[in-house]
């Protein structure tokens, strides 16, 4: 099995308060999305899994029209296609694993994180 390791994994900057590192496996993408306070992953869906675990921060998670703060250690499910949104309260490191890969995210057809 390959060995990652996240200080060797390329920092996508997004907009100027989102990055991102991904890896993509056959199955599914994982990605570290460093959040700056402020920042807004707006409101979208997708037809893929997705458990978020924050490792720093604070982030205002609203899955369809509910908010919830998650903190260090949290752990957030999405279902596929459940709309969702994420504002950082603090600045904010998270991991998100989805399952399966996201092809969007391999194409660079992510326009709602680019704005």
Same mark, same amino acid.
């Given at each position: 099995?390959?060995?990652?390791?996240?200080?060797? $994994?390329?920092?996508?900057?997004?907009?100027?308060?989102?990055?991102?590192?991904?890896l !993509?496996?056959?199955?599914?993408? $994982?990605?570290?999305?460093?959040? *700056? *306070?402020g920042?807004v992953v707006?409101? !979208?869906? !997708?037809a893929?899994?997705?458990?978020?675990? $924050?490792?720093?921060?604070r982030?205002?998670?609203?899955?369809r029209?509910?908010?919830?703060?998650?903190?260090?250690?949290?752990?957030?499910?999405?279902?596929p296609?459940?709309? !969702?949104?994420?504002?950082?309260?603090?600045?904010?490191?998270?991991?998100?694993?989805?399952?399966? $890969?996201?092809?969007?995210?391999?194409?660079?057809d992510?326009?709602?994180?680019r704005?």
């Open positions: 099995m390959p060995l990652h390791r996240w200080d060797e $994994v390329p920092l996508e900057q997004l907009n100027p308060l989102c990055a991102r590192q991904c !993509h496996t056959e199955k599914m993408t $994982v990605a570290r999305v460093h959040l *700056k *306070k920042a707006p409101r !979208h869906s !997708h893929n899994e997705q458990v978020t675990l $924050v490792e720093r921060g982030l205002r998670f609203t899955l029209d509910e908010p919830t703060v998650l903190a260090p250690g949290d752990i957030m499910l999405t279902p296609e459940a709309p !969702h949104m994420v504002e950082a309260l603090e600045d904010s490191l998270a991991t998100d694993l989805f399952a399966p $890969v996201r092809e969007d995210w391999r194409r660079g992510d326009a709602y994180l704005g």
